[in-house]
């Protein structure tokens, strides 16, 4: 887990044959990484990790920028001096790599994780890595994924001898089923029983797609985070931190530790609340999945990278926003409202200023505006009045083509399909129409009863 946090310094000019502890000398001077820098808190893990020599003295060798890979894949390796263990370690999400996880939910395998499979045996290859050698993967988040799949997919799996995913997600039924016919249910078993996940017990991209961690390797890390800072859930220097009460300043203060913190003995109200939520995405129809994930891998996307498009040129269709606005959106509202976990989510951000420390405010109200929730609805309602109206003008329009020419010219059955397109698009209005009167009532219920 040290070596995953030290990923996400982004330092890539570490020269080949350096310890950790060298590398954390140069950069002890650099604003990035000082007191206030944008990798402060990654540096004071390492920089106190590394006091104990196991770690300090891990030499770097075998960088992925160093062997022409692309910015995404971002892996590197770490050995001991007397080169008997490798750790094979991949950062997580890299600006372009966003689409490139909605993909690893759809589809059997991605671009970039066929790229961290070339790094990791090419790795194999030039370092000679043999079946005498200690062998361990590992990652966080995209990384857990890439981690993962290299572990399952590589031809060199009688050298690994564990995987470490931190955070990391799972992946697609198509890519779970390939794997069992390919090996057999005794080798699948075998590279799964490799596997082992390490997850905050807030995290909420561990959930994604479908897990083939064994439960029993699965551990869930304490991780104080402020409520306010919803990426802090994910970010694997959290489960380094300790979140004090400091009375001078009425808030909370982030200190961080060389050391993970204990392991608590169940998820979080967020985790539990995207574990489901995970479930239901999972389990649309392909075609509405694949558009709803390529959606929200695009705005996160643009939140956190400078790119428009995938790494590998991936790009959001209208289809695919169709997909989001249609099934997505109204999933999400009616999980959280509807669901017990999503009921338990809203309950502990009311209460509590960090879903890990529980300071409760003295008095706290929520309000919605059920006006706006029904007006809403009817709006929505009357844009399905509408498409009603133009159906049936188009179904009459194609009745009114001459018979002779129905069968004999494509324009009628594309004029049907049209009418039949904008059928199911109304009955979706209706639909999301009938969500937001729901979601009024249960307002105003929730306001009775308190």
């Not at 031809?155 to 779970?176: E, H, K, N, P, T």
């Not at 959001?316 to 999400?332: E, H, N, S, W, Y």
């Amino acid at each position: 887990m040290i070596l995953d946090t030290y990923m996400y310094m982004d330092y890539r000019e570490a020269r080949e044959g350096a310890t950790i502890r060298q590398v954390l000398k140069e950069l002890e001077n650099h604003p990035d990484y000082g007191e206030g820098g944008i990798h402060h808190g990654e540096y004071t893990v390492l920089r106190k990790a590394a006091e104990n020599p196991q770690i300090g003295e891990l030499v770097i060798c075998c960088q992925s920028a160093d062997m022409g890979y692309d910015p995404g894949t971002a892996a590197c390796t770490f050995k001991t001096p007397g080169q008997e263990s490798y750790y094979m370690v991949y950062r997580g999400t890299g600006d372009g790599e966003w689409p490139d996880n909605g993909i690893g939910m759809t589809s059997p395998a991605t671009t970039q994780q066929e790229r961290a499979l070339s790094w990791f045996e090419e790795v194999v290859e030039a370092l000679e890595i043999g079946g005498q050698d200690h062998v361990v993967v590992t990652g966080h988040s995209k990384g857990g994924n890439k981690a993962q799949f290299v572990t399952m997919q590589t031809r060199y799996a009688d050298l690994v001898d564990v995987c470490y995913s931190v955070d990391g997600q799972g992946f697609s039924r198509s890519a779970i089923e390939g794997w069992k016919e390919r090996y057999g249910q005794e080798e699948y078993e075998k590279r799964r029983e490799k596997l082992y996940g390490i997850h905050g017990e807030n995290d909420y991209v561990s959930v994604l797609g479908n897990s083939i961690i064994p439960a029993e390797h699965i551990r869930y890390v304490k991780t104080p985070v402020e409520k306010n800072n919803f990426a802090g859930y994910h970010d694997i220097k959290y489960m380094f931190a300790s979140l004090l009460w400091d009375q001078a300043l009425g808030s909370y203060v982030t200190c961080f530790q060389g050391h993970k913190n204990s392991d608590t003995t169940e998820q979080g109200e967020l985790g539990r609340y995207a574990a489901a939520l995970s479930s239901d995405v999972m389990n649309l129809p392909p075609w509405q999945r694949d558009g709803c994930a390529a959606v929200i891998m695009q705005i996160m996307e643009a939140l956190g990278g400078e790119r428009k498009t995938g790494l590998n040129g991936e790009r959001v269709t209208l289809t695919d926003l169709r997909d989001f606005a249609f099934q997505g959106i109204p999933l999400i509202a009616e999980s959280l409202l509807k669901r017990e976990e999503g009921k338990q989510l809203l309950a502990a951000l009311l209460k509590k200023d960090s879903l890990t420390a529980g300071r409760i405010p003295a008095g706290f109200s929520l309000w919605a505006d059920r006006g706006r929730m029904l007006r809403q609805a009817g709006e929505l309602e009357e844009l399905a009045a509408g498409l009603e109206k133009i159906t049936g003008q188009i179904t009459e329009t194609a009745e009114d083509i001459p018979l002779y020419m129905k069968g004999y010219t494509g324009l009628y059955h594309s004029i049907k399909l049209s009418a039949r397109e904008l059928e199911k698009n109304r009955k979706d209005l209706l639909r999301m129409a009938g969500f937001w009167k729901e979601a009024a009532q249960s307002y105003q219920s929730w306001e009775r009863q308190e």
